[in-house]
Structure formats: C-alpha cells, structure tokens
C-alpha cells in the first residue's frame, strides 16, 4: 500500500515535469532508479506497430499486466514504432483497442519511441565519446563475403570488428557499431528459462545506428528500460538472443540490467509456430468471432502457466496466483475447442446486463436494432445456456426481432402436419385472448390448451415452437412466445396452418 502510494506521487510529480511526455526528458529524474527498482516493479509491453494484437503478443501482455500487478506494480505500454515503413497507426488503434477489449489497462503510456530520437542519439553520441561505439563504413559486399566465408565453414556469421580502429570520417557514409568486449560471458538468469549463458566472443559489434541515423532495436529497447525503471523484462522468447547484446550495452552505459523472463512460443495445432494460417490469430477477430474477454484472458494464461489443475480463474485469483517463474519452458498448443469451452462457461455464468452490453453489436451485425425487440437483458437470459459464443447466441435470437423466411425443412416435415392443425388453431385462438402477455400467462395458456384437447404439452409446444421459431429448438415454449410478442406470434401461427394446408393439398394432389 505504502509502495503503491509512493509511485503514485512520483508519477504524479513527474507527470507534472513532463516526465512522460515522451520528449526525451524522461532521464531527468530526481529520484535513485536504483532505490525506485527496489522499491516497485516496473514491467513493459512493447509491441511494434506492424500488425494487429495477436494472439501471442497478448500473452505476453498479460503476463507482464499480471507481474506488475501482483507485486503492486506499474505496468507500462511502449510503442516501438521505429520502424516508419511498416509501423501504422491503424495498427497502433488495433493494438489499444485490442488491450483495452481485454482489460490490460497501463499505468504509463503508450509511449512512442519515434518521440525519443533525440534521447536515443544523445546515448549514441556518449557511447562514440567514451569509445564504445564507432563508425563502420564496410559495404554490402564485403559484408556478404564475410557471411559467405562463415557460412562455407559452417561458422556462426558475425562481424569481424574490421572498423574498430579505421577511424572513420563522419561526412562518409557509415553506420555506427557498439563495440562489444572480446571476452567473457555474459549471465541472463531468465526467471522463465533458468542460467543462459553466452560466451562473449560469440558476439559481434552491433549496428546501433543505420546509414539513415536511425536508431536500431537493440539500442533504443536498452535506452528505454533504463529510462523508464523497467524493472522486470517479460517477452517472447524470440528475443531472447537479444539479452547478452541488451545487457552488454546496458552495462556500457552503466546501468542496472533489469531481470528478464522469455516466454516460450505458442504453437498452433500442427505443432508449427502459431499464425494467420491457423485461424484467428488476431485478438480482435476473437472479439468478432463472439468470444468473451473474460474467456480469452483466462485461455491466455493457461497457454504456459498453470495453477494445479485449476482452469477457470478470476481476474482476483489470477493477480493473487500468477507466479512467472512458474511459467514452462517448453512451448504451449493453442486449442480452439477448450477456448470454445471456456467461452461457453463465462457466457452461461456471466452477468447478463454485462452480456447484453456485449450482444448487442453482434445483432448489430445482423442488422438488428435491439431496441426494436423486447428488453436485451430478457433475450440474453433465455440464451445464455443455449450458445457458445455471441455470434451463435445472435444467431438463434434472430426469430425474436424478424419474421423468418422459411421453416427448417426437417423440423415443419415434422411438426407441422395436418394433426398439428387443431393445437394450432386452439393455440391462436387462445393467445389472440390473451390480455396480459407475459411468461406465466403464457405457460398457463398453452397448459391448458393442451389439457382441453387431452394432449400431452409437447404435442402442443413443438409444431407452436417450429410456428414460431422456423425450427425444433429455442427457449421454453412460454419464454419464447413472450419474447416474439403477440403480434408476430399470432402472424407467424397463420403462416404455419397455410403451410399445414398447402402440404394436405399437395398429398391429395
Ligand atoms: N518490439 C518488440 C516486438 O514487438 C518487442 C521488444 C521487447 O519486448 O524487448 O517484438
């Protein structure tokens, strides 16, 4: 609680300082880094704009969300939106909109690193001073040659420091290389992976500065981290190759390394890297797809982390439980058919004003104004045992707000025939009656319909369900005729009995 007040007012000061406004003043701090790292953890999500949220990305969302959460910490959203080809700001949209459908909300950010440029050169300039970078002019060609030759022995391609001391002109074209040292061994103690450990001199001198002077990835993360506290890196493994070059550099510019935690891929069902081939991939096209973020959230954090057998977890239990370091090394399979179970049990015990809310923009999409119908939270209700996700559930509620065209063929062979005329006819008769139009009155109605014609209920309550619905299945009989109303129900029986009659016509033909 005290931790908690404390960075809060230390934001707050530094908000007001223009902290994080992302104009490369961020250094500026009055506090001890080292004190704050102490005191608070401070993870990041730092996605490049390239794309949509997918799937993958949001894990590692989640599982930095979670650290930071647990611990009382912050949890910050960085922008790496260097790149400027292939960085958009409809993906920036997508990736907000994404976390924000998901609830991962952050504490700072987003935080764009095409608004540090000055913050990353101002580094780079410091490491050329203290003579640990330079500037490399070696061409495309020799450079090719060099990987050729490792390659031709079976080497791992790597610079050969060839500019370090070449002392190059600045008006000639150059990029400018981080010097890495020659030896020694580099510690990642991973909190997911355990002890990695690389030999220095399997390292090369990385470009941190292109041609063009644009900063590159490794150099503008290391930057950020430290600027912004990061406390705890939590990633794909992807980048875990990365670390020794990160932790290099940080130690260059004598700053503390945070700890890391590389999480492992997710595989799709065929066992190779999880992408667009294998369905949705994309967090929003899960929303589309009539998924709950409830459902999605708690999928997630079973794809490597697991708590005993337990499958279903609130968001509570979630921040109490999730552990990083019990996360697995090994890769998880993402499985479409458990997200689809676990869907089904937040929509059946989800509040159904919260559902409503999310139903609605899929009725939406089958041009559906809910409000032309009876009340949402009413339609949910009856529903909400019967689907496995919204889509589904907007589809078997269509009947409730539009006459259908046909009726199921199977289902009217069925119920409607020539025997169903008179429950039909009894039917309308009675509910044309009917003054107060409400469940029970209803359920009442067709009971004794059924009783006065001595036939058992369902002999009355399927061919006045297929009337009604166009199909064999729906609500209870009383519930769906509630919410179709009088008026359509009245209108849909008389479509039933011409049907009736115009299949006795055609018999006797
Ligand atoms: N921007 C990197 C990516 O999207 C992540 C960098 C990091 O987490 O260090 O893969």
Request: glycine share 6%; with cysteine; net charge negative.
């Amino acid at each position: 609680m005290f931790l908690n007040i404390f960075h809060f007012l230390i934001v707050l000061i530094d908000n007001k300082l223009g902290f994080l406004s992302g104009t490369g003043r961020i250094r500026h701090t009055f506090y001890s880094p080292a004190l704050f790292r102490k005191m608070t953890k401070r993870t990041r999500f730092a996605p490049s704009p390239t794309g949509y949220l997918h799937v993958g990305g949001a894990r590692t969302a989640l599982f930095s969300w979670l650290h930071a959460r647990k611990h009382g910490g912050a949890f910050i959203l960085r922008i790496e939106d260097t790149d400027l080809e292939r960085s958009t700001a409809e993906s920036v949209n997508a990736i907000l909109e994404g976390m924000t459908w998901l609830g991962l909300e952050y504490d700072e950010g987003p935080l764009y690193q095409t608004k540090r440029f000055d913050r990353y050169n101002e580094v780079i300039d410091q490491l050329m001073e203290q003579g640990l970078a330079y500037r490399c002019d070696c061409s495309k060609d020799r450079l090719d040659a060099l990987r050729e030759h490792a390659m031709a022995h079976k080497e791992k391609p790597r610079y050969d420091s060839h500019c370090r001391n070449r002392n190059i002109d600045p008006d000639t074209p150059h990029v400018i290389r981080f010097r890495n040292p020659d030896d020694g061994v580099v510690v990642v103690d991973d909190m997911v992976r355990g002890r990695v450990t690389y030999n220095n001199s399997e390292l090369d001198d990385l470009i941190i500065r292109r041609t063009d002077g644009s900063p590159t990835y490794n150099l503008t993360v290391v930057v950020d981290d430290s600027d912004m506290n990061i406390s705890d890196v939590i990633r794909g493994d992807d980048h875990l190759n990365n670390t020794p070059r990160q932790i290099n550099i940080l130690q260059a510019l004598n700053k503390e390394i945070p700890r890391y935690a590389h999480l492992p891929m997710i595989l799709g069902d065929d066992g190779t890297r999880l992408s667009k081939r294998h369905g949705a991939v994309s967090v929003m096209q899960y929303m589309e797809q009539g998924f709950l973020p409830e459902a999605l959230l708690n999928y997630l954090v079973r794809l490597g982390w697991s708590h005993g057998d337990q499958e279903i977890f609130s968001q509570e239990e979630l921040i109490q439980l999730f552990d990083i370091a019990n996360v697995n090394k090994s890769a998880s399979s993402f499985n479409t058919e458990k997200l689809l179970w676990l869907n089904q049990h937040y929509i059946k015990s989800a509040d159904p004003y919260h559902l409503a809310h999310l139903l609605s923009p899929h009725l939406g999409r089958l041009a559906i104004d809910p409000t032309e119908g009876p009340d949402i939270v009413e339609v949910v209700k009856a529903q909400q045992e019967r689907a496995n996700t919204l889509v589904e559930m907007a589809e078997i509620s269509e009947f409730i707000y539009r006459d259908f065209d046909e009726f199921d063929e199977n289902a009217a062979k069925k119920h409607l025939r020539p025997v169903a005329r008179q429950a039909l006819e009894e039917m309308k008769k009675s509910l044309q009656a009917l003054t107060s139009w409400d469940v029970e009155h209803l359920h009442d109605c067709v009971e004794q319909v059924s009783t006065s014609l001595d036939l058992k209920m369902g002999k009355v309550a399927q061919p006045l369900r297929v009337a009604v619905v166009g199909r064999a299945a729906s609500p209870g009989i009383d519930v769906t005729l509630y919410l179709v109303g009088k008026e359509a129900c009245l209108r849909r029986i008389d479509k039933a009995l011409a049907y009736i009659e115009k299949r006795e016509q055609q018999a006797k033909a």
